[in-house]
């Protein structure tokens, strides 16, 4: 013999409370949430975690561009040609001073000036090549300042091919020098000339201009 269901028991009454200890029954308790929801580093139910850290998704530059690399390597260049040069000019004015190193005053008037002069263009090649390979060794840690060095560096030294070739065609070289001659030495200083553009050009880019103003911890 059956009973009918107590009240509030009927399961055809969708008003009807679940019976005490249906499973998923839980008035009082919070809502669960859902698997598979994205999380805050790694963790369910929170925000995704950025890849490139809280501070966006860019992700920090830790290797020199190939363009920085080769203004590096070009600065370089020019600084070992400048202090060949400062080097010849520092031995033409030993040999003018007689082979040891004396004041201008303690030597002939003549050769005293000459070696005063040679003097002073050893200091000014010799300035050119600090300002070439100092920058060019600040290239891994250096900010905004070693990259405007560089710049200044190279638009001087791109004036040196022009000065150069405006004079050896002004001299009685060309005159009495054969054609083969005359093509090297112009191939020479377009040669230089475009390794002094290609330096202020690579330093002067965006990629230059990202590296040296990166982030450093």
Not at 42 to 58: K, L, N
Not at 94 to 119: E, K, N, Q, T
Request: with cysteine.
């Amino acid at each position: 013999m059956s009973y009918p269901p107590p009240p509030g028991q009927n399961p055809n009454n969708p008003y009807a409370a679940p019976p005490q200890g249906a499973p998923g029954a839980a008035p009082y308790s919070y809502p669960q949430q859902g698997v598979g929801q994205p999380g805050y580093g790694g963790y369910p139910g929170g925000m995704p975690a950025y890849p490139g850290g809280p501070g966006g998704h860019m992700q920090p530059i830790v290797k020199m561009p190939g363009q920085v690399i080769t203004a590096r390597v070009l600065l370089f260049f020019a600084g070992a040609l400048w202090t060949l040069t400062a080097a010849g000019m520092l031995i033409a004015a030993l040999s003018a001073s007689g082979g040891s190193v004396v004041l201008p005053g303690g030597v002939g008037p003549g050769a005293g000036s000459a070696m005063g002069v040679l003097l002073l263009v050893f200091l000014l090649y010799g300035g050119m090549a600090a300002v070439h390979i100092v920058p060019a060794c600040l290239f891994g840690r250096g900010r905004s300042g070693t990259r405007i060095t560089a710049i200044v560096a190279g638009s001087l030294n791109s004036l040196m091919p022009v000065i150069g070739f405006i004079a050896y065609l002004s001299s009685d070289t060309v005159d009495s020098s054969d054609g083969a001659e005359a093509v090297g030495a112009a191939f020479f200083y377009v040669l230089y000339l475009a390794i002094t553009v290609l330096t202020v050009v690579f330093c002067s880019g965006g990629a230059a201009g990202r590296w040296f103003n990166r982030p450093q911890h």
